[in-house]
């Protein structure tokens, strides 16, 4: 099947850059350490972390809340590493409804990290159904089921080198 592109390759790599020039500045005097959440993060974690001009760490968070292209909301955990004291960027593929976020972001802050901070490549406004704050930002998407550069369909297309629009019925 092929997909239609939504967001080139050569687009992502050019905020890539951004988005990492950004974050080392802001970052220069931080112990930071990316929180990538699994699986739709770990393409464009994995080409932030290389792009940054700082020392940082990274870790994954295991989430369980998403079946086909419907977001139930509840989440759960799988494991979580200690986050005290740590200056933490959660790095996301897509913020939806915001619902996933915003408990990861609750659960997170019982560990008491130094600070915490958002980055999503993606942004889908329409169907938000809480506010998020992010504070990186890649692209703002439409109100379509989007894969590639990590994000899937039922564990499809994340390989693609590009963002682009699945045809959900
Ligand atoms: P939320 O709780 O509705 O914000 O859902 C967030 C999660 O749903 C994301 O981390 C993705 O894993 C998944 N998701 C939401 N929209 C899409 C999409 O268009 N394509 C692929 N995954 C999506």
Redesign the pocket.
């Known amino acids: 099947m092929k997909i239609q592109s939504l967001i080139s390759e050569r687009r992502i790599k050019r905020k890539v850059k951004e988005l990492a020039e950004e974050i080392s500045w802001d970052c220069r005097n931080k112990d930071l350490l990316l929180l990538g959440?699994l699986k739709?993060s770990f393409v464009f974690l994995a080409d932030l972390m290389r792009t940054l001009e700082i020392p940082a760490e990274c870790d994954f968070l295991k989430v369980r809340?998403?079946a086909g292209?419907k977001?139930s909301?509840k989440i759960r955990i799988d494991f979580l590493p200690s986050l005290k004291k740590r200056d933490v960027l959660l790095v996301?593929?897509?913020?939806?409804?915001?619902?996933?976020?915003n408990s990861i972001k609750e659960e997170i802050k019982k560990q008491k990290p130094r600070s915490l901070k958002l980055c999503s490549l993606l942004n889908?406004p329409a169907?938000r159904k809480q506010k998020v704050k992010i504070d990186y930002l890649g692209f703002e998407v439409p109100d379509?089921?989007?894969?590639g550069y990590g994000?899937?369909?039922e564990e499809k297309f994340r390989n693609l080198p590009y963002v682009g629009i699945y045809p959900v019925k």
């Open positions: 959440i739709g809340s998403y292209d977001s909301g996301e593929d897509i913020i939806d409804t915001g619902l996933t976020i889908k169907r379509k089921f989007v894969v994000l899937d369909y």
